[in-house]
């Protein structure tokens, strides 16, 4: 299966998925990084294991939509079949994400539906919640919102900063996505319902 990563960052989850696809049982291969910022560190990490690169500077269109055809244009040139939202900061809007309904994912730092948007750690400390975590979803038109296919959780700790909390969250995020998108990509983890139904016998 042919992914196709979006990123704006550090890419560490792009980082994680790269990795995963080094072994050749991994059900997908990442064939092309984009990015919509020149600068990004995930363009880097992608270019040192020859994986295709682009960069799409929204800033030169004045139509959402229009950046988004070129973003679409340029995944199907690649031959993308599942697209990966990894730390990707622009809100798609329904057109785009209808077109790639339930073969894109997200990964979002929080237990989902608890603490969409930003600042997750900032907000689960706050709240004093015991446990907290990150979610893998199909991606719909409203923010950080569709069928779940993975979460992982971690404890909340006494002392905790938002960066401890952070770091530990990063660090269950990494083991999350690889084995999200491989549920994906075998088939496995289906949406039924607005529900994903994860195959019996999957890990
Ligand atoms: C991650 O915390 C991810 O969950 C969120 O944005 C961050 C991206 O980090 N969507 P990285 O670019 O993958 O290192």
């Given at each position: 299966t042919k992914v196709g990563v979006l990123i704006s960052g550090r890419g560490s989850n792009l980082q994680a998925l790269l990795d995963a696809a080094q072994d050749p049982d991994f059900p997908a291969e990442v064939v092309l990084v984009l990015?919509?910022?020149a600068g990004a560190q995930g363009l880097e990490r992608a270019r040192k294991v020859d994986v295709p690169t682009g960069f799409i500077d929204h800033t030169l269109y004045e139509d959402r939509e229009d950046f988004e055809k070129d973003l679409d244009a340029k995944l199907r040139e690649a031959g993308v079949q599942i697209v990966c939202l990894a730390g990707f900061m622009r809100i798609l809007t329904p057109w785009f994400v209808e077109k790639w309904r339930d073969r894109m994912l997200n990964i979002h730092p929080s237990l989902l539906p608890a603490f969409k948007g930003v600042h997750t750690h900032e907000r689960a400390l706050e709240q004093g919640v015991r446990v907290h975590g990150c979610t893998?979803?199909?991606v719909r038109a409203e923010m950080d919102d569709g069928p779940i296919i993975g979460q992982a959780v971690v404890p909340v700790l006494a002392g905790?900063?938002?960066e401890a909390l952070s770091a530990r969250v990063l660090?269950?995020?990494h083991?999350?996505?690889p084995a999200c998108l491989k549920l994906?990509?075998?088939g496995k983890a289906r949406?039924?319902?607005e529900a994903v139904r994860i195959a019996?016998?999957?890990e």
């Open positions: 990015s919509n910022k893998v979803h199909f905790d900063t938002p660090e269950a995020e083991k999350l996505y994906v990509a075998d949406v039924s319902a019996e016998g999957s």
